[in-house]
């Protein structure tokens, strides 16, 4: 780390590891002393307890949640000739699974109030060959599970979830990963649920989806030796699912925590509405897990989104921006054909977005020394016409 004196970092996995640190100790232990290194018994457990908190029948665990989502789309039909709608300010990694099965990616502008995708600009982008929407459930906020359920029967289109970002997330009496025929997770380590290195899985209730996800994933071989399906090799490792399967129990409680370190972050933040700083809307109540804590820097701010950043360090407070360039104006992404106004909400958010320090632990103190830290900048170059 580059900085002198770090007061909040942004992400700190202490609180999460360190009560269970000799369970973890024990579970890769164990693996070690088994040896079952590769599909091993520790990920058949963890794909079963992972599956069953999702509310879905199914897991199948692969390497990371890239791989996820490809292989997942891939398993439900999805390839060359297929259309699969997207949003447009999302991470990269969902326009890559999507391509990666030979399907044409169709991107969607997104709602400004909480950066999800807009079911009404999606259902203007149907076309004959729309097969499939892969809903970004961004920053731990569902999509409205009723508003997808009603636009997949009303355009005949498949549900495939990236809910990467939204372990155990839940709006409307649905879970993440449970609305559609299947559903992609990531456990990257900084994610809700996170490992030690990469990791990823599908979940869904789908048993012939699952079937042919795990042939997918090794090699397309149902059996040893013997390979049905252009395959590769994607697995998710013995060692990082022992890890997930000591973590899960947490998940709930860690959720919960960032759930409540947003609300106070909301409750500080109220008054700054004034200054042009608007915290993204929360539209599931304790559903909404929080993976992100993002506002947005709107022109009414007296001072520019670069400025709050740098300032904001040197007081010790580290942010981010997720993200600062929507997939469509990606370099790698250009012979998809889009141009910037195409997508103007997530054209736009992307300058002005934020994301504070946000993981479970995360204490009142540290958020109330963040928000002190924002007001003191904008009050330093506030005009006088503000009101205070
Ligand atoms: C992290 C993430 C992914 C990709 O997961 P990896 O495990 O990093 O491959 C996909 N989609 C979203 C929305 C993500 O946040």
């Not at 997918?216 to 013995?238: E, I």
């Not at 993200?323 to 997530?346: R, V």
Request: one cysteine or more; hydrophobic letters at 45%.
């Amino acid at each position: 780390m580059t900085y002198a004196n770090v007061q909040v970092p942004f992400v700190d996995f202490s609180f999460q590891h360190g009560p269970i640190q000799a369970e973890l100790d024990a579970a890769l232990q164990s693996v070690v002393q088994r040896g079952d290194f590769v599909l091993g018994q520790a990920v058949s457990d963890f794909e079963a307890s992972f599956a069953a908190a999702c509310g879905t029948g199914y897991g199948v665990g692969v390497g990371c949640g890239t791989d996820a989502i490809a292989l997942g789309l891939q398993a439900c039909g999805i390839g060359p000739g297929d259309e699969v709608l997207i949003p447009a300010n999302t991470f990269v990694a969902t326009l890559i699974g999507v391509m990666r099965t030979g399907a044409t990616p169709v991107l969607v502008d997104c709602d400004r109030a909480t950066a999800l995708i807009d079911l009404e600009a999606a259902a203007r982008a149907v076309t004959p060959n729309t097969r499939a929407i892969v809903p970004v459930h961004l920053y731990g906020q569902m999509v409205s599970p009723r508003s997808l359920l009603d636009f997949a029967q009303a355009h005949k289109v498949l549900i495939f979830e990236d809910a990467a970002q939204a372990h155990l997330a839940e709006r409307e009496g649905y879970r993440a990963g449970s609305i559609g025929i299947a559903a992609a997770f990531s456990f990257y380590p900084s994610k809700n649920l996170g490992a030690f290195g990469d990791g990823g899985m599908v979940v869904t209730q789908d048993a012939s989806v699952a079937q042919t996800l795990r042939s997918l994933r090794n090699y397309g071989a149902p059996r040893k030796y013997y390979h049905t399906d252009y395959g590769t090799n994607s697995r998710l490792d013995t060692l990082q699912a022992a890890v997930l399967q000591v973590k899960l129990p947490h998940l709930h409680s860690w959720n919960q925590s960032r759930n409540q370190a947003a609300q106070h972050y909301d409750q500080l933040l109220a008054p700054l509405q004034d200054y042009g700083i608007v915290p993204m809307r929360n539209d599931s109540g304790p559903g909404h897990v929080y993976h992100l804590y993002v506002l947005k820097v709107d022109a009414a701010c007296s001072l520019d989104r670069a400025a709050i950043q740098t300032g904001l360090e040197q007081l010790g407070i580290l942010t981010g921006i997720h993200y600062p360039l929507p997939c469509h104006l990606q370099p790698a992404f250009q012979k998809l054909g889009y141009h910037p106004g195409d997508f103007p909400s997530a054209e736009a958010l992307c300058e002005q977005i934020v994301s504070l320090p946000m993981y479970p632990g995360l204490e009142f103190g540290q958020i109330q020394l963040v928000v002190d830290s924002l007001k003191a900048l904008l009050t330093a170059n506030a005009p006088a016409v503000i009101p205070a």
